[in-house]
């Protein structure tokens, strides 16, 4: 696990290709729960995500059917619980089959998940700042995933002090 990191994108395109390069990294049973408020950019990473895991077509947001499976290097699950205030037994149990899988479970208003499904999930948090500039705040993200944030930020707000 690595110290939050913290950085900007400048528009749409940004998100999408700090996306595609966590797509690149992802391995299986990678969890990541995205935070933020409507419209800060959710929905818009995982359509990086899948772009970098060669998904082609089309990423909507699930909304009104939890979870999205795509085929790409790895599978992709894009689940979105918007609509989820509490968690019923039906519903986890058909949640709890893509956490800690063969695939990378990205997650869209995560709250009502259960702690035994988000164990050692890696978190990112996604903030409006301006029309087109988003803050991304990250904490548990596994080094490779961290290496992304830091390599390829385009806008570094903050990061962990390296020692030399
Ligand atoms: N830097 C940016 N990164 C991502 N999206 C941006 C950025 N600047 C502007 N946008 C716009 O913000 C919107 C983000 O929409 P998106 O569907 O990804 O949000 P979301 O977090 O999934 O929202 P919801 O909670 O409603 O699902 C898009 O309209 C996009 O064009
Ligand atoms: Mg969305």
Known sequence: MTQPISIETHSEDETRHLGAEIGRVAQPGD???LL????????????????????????TSPSFVLANEYCGRIPLYHIDLWRVSEMDGVTFGALAEYFGGDGICAVEWPASLPASLVDGAMVIKLAVVEDQIRRFTTSGLEPRVAQV?????PHLVSAPQRHK
């Open 149 to 153: 944030f830091e390599r390829c930020a």
């Open 31 to 33: 969890i990541l729960l």
């Open 36 to 59: 933020g408020s409507y419209g800060a950019g959710k929905t818009t990473l995982v359509q990086g995500i899948a772009q970098g895991l060669g998904i082609e077509g089309p990423v």
